[in-house]
């Protein structure tokens, strides 16, 4: 039987089974010591998925993407699932997940990126077929609400993902450097230089400032992504497990009291105590002028982080801004916070 017919039967069986939330799929236990597993590098030619597992896009998002992919010298595919409403998701959460699920099984799709976040990623993670997720290794790009996806994935079946530009910011020279270093040119040993700040409304603005929290080095795999979901996962099936990992952290219009908040519940996580280093990336629009009611987004962090002697930073070159890095989740990674200097030290992708 072709690859082609056994992709369209699979999708068939695939897409009756997404139609009920009660699927086993999710709630299965994590074996541990799951061995990673090492998507393809990318290729000129290549072709890559594209879906919305949050948020509704905007048909001016969809060909900014297939216009950027093109440039670069990808091909491009989706289904139509992409361009619906859902109230303010693109689609139900079953015709989400279905995208998603039916992207790794098929033969023609090299690697799967994600037009754009927003809420949603979380509804879909008990729907997910990770058996044949894990069977068809592919690259899965994003970040924002596709933290959720990238870390549960591979917690549950080794897959690495990637931390790194959606398709409507992937048109920025940095992000697309290292989303071609990390992704078509593996190395054992990768530098992760930040962004130099040409903008007088980036280097002029606190939130972009660098600064080191607690001095150190630290060395460990890399978990990790937006603050919002990697807090929103404490208590469930999909917790991070923080333990011995260099763990980054970024977010976006978020109050000081919100990230504190969010801040303080994290640390009271027993694995997080036990990260070997803690990374901040550009918390863009989190920051407030310091007043008698208010403290400002750089007295939150310190007086949250510091007292955990972890080595620790903030303001490196990836969240939601324009110069995003691409951080492999479970590539082992060394950290050095008093130089800021973050690099990997394996290759994400075989």
């Given at each position: 039987?072709?690859?082609?017919?056994?992709?369209?039967?699979?999708?068939?069986?695939?897409?009756?089974?997404?139609?009920?939330?009660?699927?086993?799929?999710?709630?299965?236990?994590?074996?541990?010591?799951?061995?990673?597993?090492?998507?393809?590098?990318?290729?000129?030619?290549?072709?890559?998925?594209?879906?919305?597992?949050?948020?509704?896009?905007?048909?001016?998002?969809?060909?900014?993407?297939?216009?950027?992919?093109?440039?670069?010298?990808?091909?491009?595919?989706?289904?139509?699932?992409?361009?619906?409403?859902?109230?303010?998701?693109?689609?139900?959460?079953?015709?989400?997940?279905?995208?998603?699920?039916?992207?790794?099984?098929?033969?023609?799709?090299?690697?799967?990126?994600?037009?754009?976040?927003?809420?949603?990623?979380?509804?879909?993670?008990?729907?997910?077929?990770?058996?044949?997720?894990?069977?068809?290794?592919?690259?899965?790009?994003?970040?924002?609400?596709?933290?959720?996806?990238?870390?549960?994935?591979?917690?549950?079946?080794?897959?690495?993902?990637?931390?790194?530009?959606?398709?409507?910011?992937?048109?920025?020279?940095?992000?697309?450097?290292?989303?071609?270093?990390?992704?078509?040119?593996?190395?054992?040993?990768?530098?992760?230089?930040?962004?130099?700040?040409?903008?007088?409304?980036?280097?002029?603005?606190?939130?972009?400032?660098?600064?080191?929290?607690?001095?150190?080095?630290?060395?460990?795999?890399?978990?990790?992504?937006?603050?919002?979901?990697?807090?929103?996962?404490?208590?469930?099936?999909?917790?991070?497990?923080f333990t011995d990992k260099l763990v980054f952290l970024e977010d976006v219009e978020e109050a000081p009291y919100r990230m504190d908040r969010m801040l303080t519940q994290l640390t009271q996580v027993d694995t997080f105590l036990k990260a070997k280093g803690i990374i901040f990336g550009v918390c863009k629009g989190c920051d407030r002028k310091r007043t008698t009611e208010n403290f400002t987004l750089r007295e939150v962090i310190l007086d949250r982080i510091a007292p955990l002697n972890i080595p620790a930073v903030y303001g490196m070159s990836f969240g939601h801004i324009p110069q995003n890095s691409t951080l492999p989740i479970g590539i082992e990674a060394t950290f050095n916070a008093y130089k800021k200097e973050l690099?990997?030290?394996?290759?994400?992708?075989?």
């Amino acid at each position: 039987m072709s690859k082609r017919r056994s992709f369209l039967k699979s999708a068939t069986a695939l897409g009756a089974a997404t139609l009920f939330h009660q699927t086993s799929w999710g709630n299965e236990p994590k074996s541990k010591n799951v061995p990673k597993v090492k998507p393809k590098k990318l290729k000129l030619g290549d072709t890559i998925g594209l879906i919305a597992p949050g948020f509704a896009i905007k048909m001016e998002a969809l060909y900014l993407t297939l216009e950027t992919l093109e440039k670069m010298g990808f091909k491009t595919y989706h289904t139509d699932r992409i361009k619906s409403n859902h109230g303010y998701f693109s689609n139900t959460d079953e015709e989400r997940a279905k995208d998603l699920n039916e992207m790794f099984i098929n033969p023609d799709i090299d690697a799967v990126l994600c037009v754009r976040g927003g809420y949603g990623c979380t509804r879909i993670l008990d729907l997910l077929d990770y058996d044949s997720i894990k069977s068809n290794p592919k690259a899965l790009i994003g970040f924002s609400d596709i933290t959720a996806l990238i870390n549960t994935i591979y917690k549950k079946t080794g897959l690495v993902g990637f931390h790194g530009p959606v398709g409507k910011t992937l048109d920025d020279e940095y992000s697309q450097t290292y989303f071609k270093k990390v992704l078509m040119d593996p190395q054992e040993s990768l530098p992760i230089k930040n962004a130099i700040l040409k903008d007088p409304k980036q280097y002029r603005n606190s939130e972009y400032y660098r600064y080191t929290i607690t001095k150190g080095i630290g060395q460990g795999e890399l978990v990790g992504g937006s603050l919002s979901l990697v807090t929103a996962m404490i208590g469930t099936p999909y917790e991070i497990d923080f333990t011995d990992k260099l763990v980054f952290l970024e977010d976006v219009e978020e109050a000081p009291y919100r990230m504190d908040r969010m801040l303080t519940q994290l640390t009271q996580v027993d694995t997080f105590l036990k990260a070997k280093g803690i990374i901040f990336g550009v918390c863009k629009g989190c920051d407030r002028k310091r007043t008698t009611e208010n403290f400002t987004l750089r007295e939150v962090i310190l007086d949250r982080i510091a007292p955990l002697n972890i080595p620790a930073v903030y303001g490196m070159s990836f969240g939601h801004i324009p110069q995003n890095s691409t951080l492999p989740i479970g590539i082992e990674a060394t950290f050095n916070a008093y130089k800021k200097e973050l690099r990997l030290m394996e290759a994400a992708v075989c």
